[in-house]
């Protein structure tokens, strides 16, 4: 079966500019994470959705970031104005039912500002 | 320290040894997990151990959990070059909200 799916792989930018990466989660599941992973770190919480639940935005480093989750499935982050420091690599994970069980993660997308 | 560090940061082992990676934690959990992620990507899961169990087996994998100590130890038997990745422990915090907890990982390298 499909597992969890990201994209784009790769993303570059210039500093300044937004950027859009997409998860597409393993269907029915309904708890969905966001994770951000710099080179060589382990993995940082950024934002979890579970179901119709209002999101755990905790993670979020400043108000450039947001998440949003359509229909309970795809799951969008945007980060604006880009800045260098938001190079690294963005994971999504999904679990059926609630976060705290086995997580599935995607590929990942590499974002590199420049 | 945060919750779920793994020691040794970075280990290297000949092939066919066996690697034994470790993890620490802080507060009470409901359970503890073991990924390993390949090149940066994404992870895979491993093994969950519950805090009722003490050891757990998979294939090669051996896992032991010490609620005790807090710790929790990943042994590899006789590795393989396959094997060379970067393991993670995450926790599940028993007065925690709906999240897992990553540790900062151990880098393995197998030497053919």
């Known amino acids: 079966g499909a597992g969890v799916s990201q994209s784009p792989s790769n993303k570059v930018t210039e500093k300044g500019k937004d950027v859009e990466l997409r998860c597409d989660p393993i269907?029915?599941?309904?708890?969905l994470y966001w994770y951000r992973q710099s080179l060589g770190q382990g993995l940082e919480f950024l934002i979890y959705?579970?179901?119709?639940?209002?999101?755990?935005k905790s993670g979020l480093p400043s108000d450039r970031f947001s998440a949003e989750r359509t229909g309970g499935s795809v799951s969008t982050l945007t980060i604006q104005r880009t800045q260098q420091e938001d190079s690294a690599v963005y994971l999504c994970?999904?679990?059926?039912?609630?976060?705290?069980?086995?997580?599935?993660f995607g590929p990942g997308t590499r974002l590199l500002v420049l | 320290s945060q919750q779920g560090e793994e020691d040794p940061q970075a280990l290297s082992i000949q092939e066919g040894e066996n690697a034994t990676m470790n993890c620490s934690y802080k507060t009470s959990i409901n359970n503890l997990q073991w990924y390993r992620q390949n090149s940066g990507r994404g992870l895979v899961h491993l093994i969950l151990i519950r805090s009722n169990e003490r050891e757990k087996h998979s294939g090669r994998l051996r896992v032991t959990l010490d609620t005790s100590k807090k710790s929790s130890s990943l042994l590899i038997t006789a590795s393989r070059a396959a094997d060379t990745a970067s393991y993670f422990c995450a926790t599940d915090a028993r007065r925690g909200n709906e999240k897992l907890t990553f540790g900062t990982g151990t880098r393995l390298t197998i030497i053919p």
């Open positions: 269907s029915g599941h309904t708890a």
């Open positions: 959705f579970q179901g119709n639940s209002a999101p755990d």
């Open positions: 994970a999904s679990s059926l039912f609630q976060g705290k069980e086995t997580q599935y």
